[in-house]
C-alpha cells in the first residue's frame, strides 16, 4: 500500500512563490509515474503535470507555467509555479502509479489559495 503526503499549500500572494512536495512511502516496487492534478470548485479535475522515467508530461493549456521534479531517492515529486494566478487556485492532488501492480494512489490534497 502507498501513502502519499502532499505539503506545502496555503495561502499565495498572485505573481508569488508556489511550491508543492510529494512524499511517497510504502511501496515493495518501484513508482512508475507520478503527477500532480488539481480541482477548483464546480470544475473537473485535471491534469497539472506528470513525470515518468520516459520523460514529462506538460498539458498545452496551462501553457507550461508548472514545471515538475522528482527526487528519485527520497520517492518525492515537487511543482513549482511560475506566477502564480487567482485562477490556479485549487485543491491540489499528487497522484502514483506504483509498477508490477500498476495501481494508481491519491494523496489527501492541498488546498492552494492565490489571492492578495
Known amino acids: 500500500q502507498v501513502q502519499l503526503v502532499e505539503s506545502g499549500g496555503g495561502l499565495v500572494q498572485p505573481g508569488g512563490s508556489l511550491r508543492l512536495s510529494c512524499a511517497a512511502s510504502?511501496?515493495?516496487?518501484?513508482?512508475?509515474?507520478m503527477r500532480w492534478w488539481r480541482q477548483a470548485p464546480g470544475k473537473r479535475r485535471e491534469l497539472v503535470a506528470g513525470?515518468?522515467?520516459?520523460?514529462?508530461i506538460s498539458p498545452d493549456s496551462l501553457a507550461g507555467r508548472f514545471s515538475i521534479t522528482r527526487d528519485n531517492a527520497k520517492n518525492t515529486i515537487y511543482l513549482e509555479a511560475d506566477s502564480p494566478k487567482p485562477e490556479d487556485t485549487a485543491v491540489y492532488y499528487c497522484?502514483?502509479?506504483?509498477?508490477?501492480?500498476?495501481?494508481?494512489?491519491w494523496g489527501q490534497g492541498t488546498q492552494v489559495t492565490v489571492s492578495s
Open positions: 513525470i515518468s522515467k520516459d520523460g514529462i
Open positions: 510504502g511501496s515493495q516496487y518501484s513508482i512508475e509515474t
Open positions: 497522484n502514483a502509479v506504483e509498477s508490477v501492480t500498476w495501481k494508481n494512489y
